[in-house]
Each structure stands twice: as C-alpha cells, then as structure tokens.
C-alpha cells in the first residue's frame, strides 16, 4: 500500500477527569503494546497533560488541542509552545473545528497557530472541512482549500513534513453521521492534489491526509481502505480505550 505512515490520533475534548484520564492514557499505552507501524497520539486536555502523558508510554504520541502563538507574557488562559513542551508534547491539534465554529478563531489566528508550532519543532495537525450549509451550497472544496492555503500560510516545504492534514467535515463530527468512504476519499484526493500545487508531487505523496467525524471500530476498514485515507482523528471512540485499539487495529491494515 501507500508509503505513508498511518496515523490515528484520539481527541479527549473537555472529557475525563484526573484518574480517568490516566486511566484511559495506561489503556491506550496497552492497546497500542509494541511499535505497531501506525503512529498513536492522544490529544489530552490541558491539566492531564503531565499526568496523563506518563502513563501513555513511548509508543503514544502526547498531544495538546490547542496552542497560543507567543512565547510568553500577557495572555490570560493562553499556553505556549514551551509550556506543551515542558510537560511532553510533541503534537498539537490546530483549527479544530469547534476552535474555529464555536470559540470563534478565524483561517488566519489558525494559520498562525499552525506556523508557530511548526517553528517550536511540535507537528501540527491542522483540521480543515466544511459546514452542512456549506456542503449543500456546493463549497465543500472551495472551503477546505480556503481553510489550507491560510492554515499553511508561510509553511516551508521542510516544515510541511510535519504537518498532518484531518479533513473533518463538520456535519460529520459527533452527530453519527460519517461520510461514504468515496466522498471522504474524493475530498481527500482533491486536498492532495491541492497541496502538489501549493508545494509539489512528492510533498503531495508524503503528507498524511487523515478523516475524522463519527470515525468508529465499524467504520473504520472501510474508511481506511480508500487509497488516499491515512487514518483517522478520532473524537467519541477515543474515550473508550476498547475502540481506540480497534481503529488502531484497522489502520494497520494500510502498513
Ligand atoms: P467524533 O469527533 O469522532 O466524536 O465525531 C471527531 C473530532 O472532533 O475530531
């Protein structure tokens, strides 16, 4: 299959508590085990980090899910890079959907986010996709190029490789309503063809363009069969270290 490496990362949200997400971190470590080919992160709400970040073990990636863009200084409630850092992350979320739909931020506060991360040495995985208004008005790929051009705005070719690109649309993500694999993989393919021409073909071939809305253990073959699906950001099912391991399990049929 392809040469990318799958990736699967789990987004806690504003769930779990101090012992329930050490918990789930210790049940995620033991349901990854040994280096499987696919590459794990959990993306844990900000007071776990630490804790939670000690039971996930050296084969889970520890993520944040959000991140500010300064160093330091007055910022009330805002983290920095070096902060994530401090306490073992290695990964961000930028642009989540509901950062961008219910806090409010805009394509470029994400873009500058997605920059900022990148220069601190974390990966960024910037999340991109469309409304169900915007669906319906015909503007899914007119949205999600929007959404990359400003979320990689001033992105260099080097700093790309760390880049993971989670199309989610937002109709999609925690309403149980998943996108057919054919339109997930249509999205995925234009979003590919669309960074060849922001960078070139091999940038396009290496970067991992991952799905994410109502992704489960049942859905997710199929999902990953598709040729340009590299995995899955995965929000309710990773709450349950059952499911995590099984979605886990079914991308590493694409190693
Ligand atoms: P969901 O969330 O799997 O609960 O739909 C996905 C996400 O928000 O990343």
Redesign the pocket.
Known sequence: MSTRKPFV?G?W?MNTDLNGAAELAAGVASAVGSDSGVEVACYVPFPYLVSAGQKLGSNVRLGAQDVWTQDNGAFTGEVSTDMLKDCGVTTV?TG???RRHVIGESDELVGEKTRRALIAGLQAVL?IGETIEQREAGETDAVNERQIRAGLDGVSAEDLKNVVL?Y?PVW?????KTATPEDAQDAHKKIRALIGSMYDESAAGAIRIIY?????PGNAPELMAMDDIDG???????LKADDFGAIIEAATSRV
């Open positions: 990362g987004n949200k979320l989540h959907s509901e999340c989670a989610e999609a993500i925690g309403t149980g994410g809305g109502s992704m489960k899955g950001l995965i929000g309710g099912a990773s």
